[in-house]
Every structure is written in structure tokens, then in C-alpha cells.
Nanobody
């Protein structure tokens, strides 16, 4: 089993920045990739960014150039630096982990972009 603890959400004005963190803990697992999904009110959950244990990254087109994902392999922690935030970035952000054949999601952290 893998437990995920997310932090860093909140309220920010358009154009501002936030940094999300997610720490994975447990025993007997080897992480292949970590990432972030988000779900806006009334919309489907979508993938935002992923990073493999080798450092390969992938971003949704809507966040390219504004968001940066990084991972501390030793601490099993993934970060999402979000810059130039837009109102349409408002959503619940969920940490994701893929370890072997299994996938895990955190409980989510709210990000609200509003003036």
C-alpha cells in the first residue's frame, strides 16, 4: 500500500504562483512515475503533468510553459511549481503514483485562482 500526502493548495490571484507537494510513503513499493491530475467543477478529471523515476516529463498542453514538475526520488516526493496561474487552473489537484502494476491517488488539494 502507498499513502500520499498532498500540500500547497490555496487561493491565489491570476498571474500568481503556487507550489504543490506530494509525499508517498509505505513499504514494498518501487515508484515508476508520479504526477498530478486535476478536476475542475463540473468537468472530468484530466492529467496535468507526469514525471518518471528517470526524469522524463510530460505536460498537458494547457499548462506547458507555466507549470514545472519535479521529483525527489530519495524522498518519494513530487512537486508541481505553478506559475502565471489563470482562473481556468482552478480545480482540485490530485497526486498520482504508479508503482509496478498499481496506481494510487491522493485525496486532493484545492487550488483557486481568483481576484
Amino acid at each position: 500500500q502507498v499513502q500520499l500526502v498532498e500540500s500547497g493548495g490555496g487561493l491565489v490571484q491570476p498571474g500568481g504562483s503556487l507550489r504543490l507537494s506530494c509525499a508517498a510513503s509505505g513499504s514494498g513499493f518501487s515508484i515508476y512515475s508520479m504526477g498530478w491530475d486535476r478536476q475542475a467543477p463540473g468537468k472530468q478529471r484530466k492529467q496535468v503533468a507526469t514525471i518518471t523515476d528517470g526524469g522524463d516529463t510530460n505536460y498537458a498542453d494547457s499548462v506547458k510553459g507555466r507549470f514545472t514538475i519535479s521529483m525527489d526520488n530519495a524522498e518519494n516526493t513530487v512537486y508541481l511549481q505553478m506559475n502565471s496561474l489563470l482562473p481556468e487552473d482552478t480545480a482540485v489537484y490530485y497526486c498520482t503514483v504508479r508503482a509496478g502494476p498499481y496506481a494510487y491517488w491522493g485525496k486532493g488539494t484545492q487550488v483557486t485562482v481568483s481576484s
